[in-house]
């Protein structure tokens, strides 16, 4: 997705990436011998969109982009990809968390896929997530991570920052809880410092979820007080490494607009400012019917039920009728005998 960008195969467990069953490759092998096609036919790469090597590891049950291995599935004409993973034939939670991704959030995506592909040199973003209470925000940010950038890192160093729940939460309160996970003092400088010295030697995700708890008038102290003396700092030496150093501000109540924050659109971006991703929208209806109906092979295996119109109707009034989007995502796990807390848990962004 990230087209001028070539970094070493990212293996971590929250896939970025996946290989097959041996189960999967022999449903695999039948319906490539059904079609005339050997392992490694041209036919097969030129429908796929992919590359012999790429075939050669899928045979190989060697780990490959999820886009790749589902452009291959659904060449040979097995659209239900998932069941030949290993990873997913038999994880309902998985399979499920892997298709939640797909829902309407096609907007941010695009923007995040567009901020990378505009310039293949880039190592730094910032990133405005917001959106209104229960928007599923942890997932977004997820999907854009692992799903639209991740599959060409080696494992990052993942730094979660979660502001804590009281009344009013100040600049300096941040700070001690950068210093406690940089593992340096509370001094902002050396913050900056040990922040860098982390980015020379791996990958920095760097995610600050429930910002709106931080009060109104901090939020850019910690971009002109943090961002802007690291990226400074970055700039100061010819870092010849694939270190990137990503920074997602979460807004989980939909106070963005409130932060007085210096955001960017992509057309002016620079790399001070946070990228603005758009609010996430709720869920409409018809989406939501879309969405079921694209899956349902999936969804009614998971569900034992195929009715998507019964469906469509249960979720939608538990999502209070406005496509709240948690609410909606929620009675879906239900419905497939999951539990959408522990699938937030699972979530390490």
Same mark, same amino acid.
């Given at each position: 997705?990230?087209?001028?960008?070539?970094?070493?195969?990212?293996?971590?467990?929250?896939?970025?990436?996946?290989?097959?069953?041996?189960?999967?490759?022999?449903?695999?092998?039948?319906?490539?011998?059904?079609?005339?096609?050997?392992?490694?036919?041209?036919?097969?790469?030129?429908?796929?969109?992919?590359?012999? =090597?790429?075939?050669?590891?899928?045979?190989?049950?060697?780990?490959?982009?999820?886009?790749?291995?589902?452009?291959?599935?659904?060449?040979?004409?097995?659209? @239900?990809?998932?069941?030949?993973?290993?990873?997913?034939?038999?994880?309902?939670?998985?399979?499920?968390?892997?298709?939640?991704?797909?829902?309407?959030?096609?907007?941010?995506?695009?923007?995040?896929?567009?901020?990378?592909?505009?310039?293949?040199?880039?190592?730094?973003?910032?990133?405005?997530?917001?959106?209104?209470?229960?928007?599923?925000?942890?997932?977004?940010?997820?999907?854009?991570?692992?799903?639209?950038?991740?599959?060409?890192?080696?494992?990052?160093?993942?730094?979660?920052?979660?502001?804590?729940?009281?009344?009013?939460?100040?600049?300096?309160?941040?700070?001690?809880?950068?210093?406690?996970?940089?593992?340096?003092?509370?001094?902002?400088? @050396?913050?900056?410092?040990?922040?860098?010295?982390?980015?020379?030697?791996?990958?920095?995700?760097?995610?600050?979820?429930?910002? @709106?708890?931080?009060?109104?008038?901090?939020?850019?102290?910690?971009?002109?007080?943090?961002?802007?003396?690291?990226?400074?700092?970055?700039?100061?030496?010819?870092?010849?490494?694939?270190?990137?150093?990503?920074?997602?501000?979460? @807004?989980?109540?939909?106070?963005?607009?409130?932060?007085?924050?210096?955001?960017?659109?992509?057309?002016?971006?620079? =790399?001070?400012? =946070?990228?603005?991703?758009?609010?996430?929208?709720?869920?409409?209806?018809?989406?939501?019917?879309?969405?079921?109906?694209?899956?349902?092979?999936?969804?009614?295996?998971?569900?034992?039920?195929?009715?998507?119109?019964?469906?469509?109707?249960?979720?939608?009034?538990?999502?209070?009728?406005?496509?709240? =989007?948690?609410?909606?995502?929620?009675?879906?796990?239900?419905?497939?005998?999951?539990?959408?807390?522990?699938?937030?848990?699972?979530?390490?962004?």
């Amino acid at each position: 997705m990230i087209n001028n960008v070539k970094i070493p195969h990212c293996k971590n467990k929250y896939m970025a990436s996946v290989k097959a069953s041996d189960d999967g490759l022999k449903i695999i092998d039948k319906l490539r011998k059904q079609k005339g096609w050997n392992k490694y036919d041209d036919r097969w790469v030129y429908k796929s969109g992919t590359s012999q =090597p790429s075939l050669k590891k899928f045979w190989q049950k060697t780990r490959i982009r999820i886009s790749t291995f589902q452009e291959i599935c659904q060449a040979v004409g097995e659209n @239900d990809w998932q069941s030949i993973t290993e990873e997913f034939g038999n994880n309902k939670p998985r399979k499920l968390q892997e298709i939640l991704y797909s829902l309407n959030y096609q907007s941010q995506s695009r923007l995040f896929e567009d901020f990378w592909n505009a310039d293949g040199t880039r190592k730094s973003g910032c990133f405005l997530v917001h959106g209104k209470y229960l928007s599923g925000q942890e997932l977004l940010v997820n999907r854009l991570f692992y799903h639209e950038f991740g599959s060409y890192l080696q494992t990052p160093h993942k730094f979660t920052i979660n502001l804590p729940d009281r009344l009013e939460v100040y600049i300096e309160d941040l700070w001690q809880i950068l210093g406690e996970k940089f593992g340096c003092a509370d001094r902002v400088t @050396d913050i900056v410092e040990s922040a860098y010295n982390y980015w020379e030697e791996e990958t920095i995700i760097l995610t600050f979820k429930h910002l @709106d708890r931080l009060y109104k008038t901090e939020h850019q102290k910690l971009l002109d007080q943090f961002w802007l003396p690291l990226l400074e700092r970055m700039a100061r030496v010819d870092n010849k490494s694939q270190s990137y150093f990503l920074v997602f501000l979460v @807004d989980n109540q939909g106070m963005a607009d409130s932060w007085n924050l210096n955001c960017c659109q992509l057309e002016n971006w620079q =790399p001070y400012h =946070p990228l603005d991703l758009k609010p996430i929208e709720s869920f409409g209806k018809d989406m939501l019917g879309r969405w079921l109906n694209k899956n349902q092979n999936i969804l009614g295996e998971l569900m034992d039920n195929n009715d998507m119109p019964n469906i469509l109707e249960r979720v939608w009034r538990k999502s209070r009728e406005e496509g709240t =989007p948690e609410l909606a995502i929620a009675e879906i796990c239900s419905l497939c005998g999951c539990n959408w807390d522990s699938i937030q848990q699972s979530f390490d962004l």
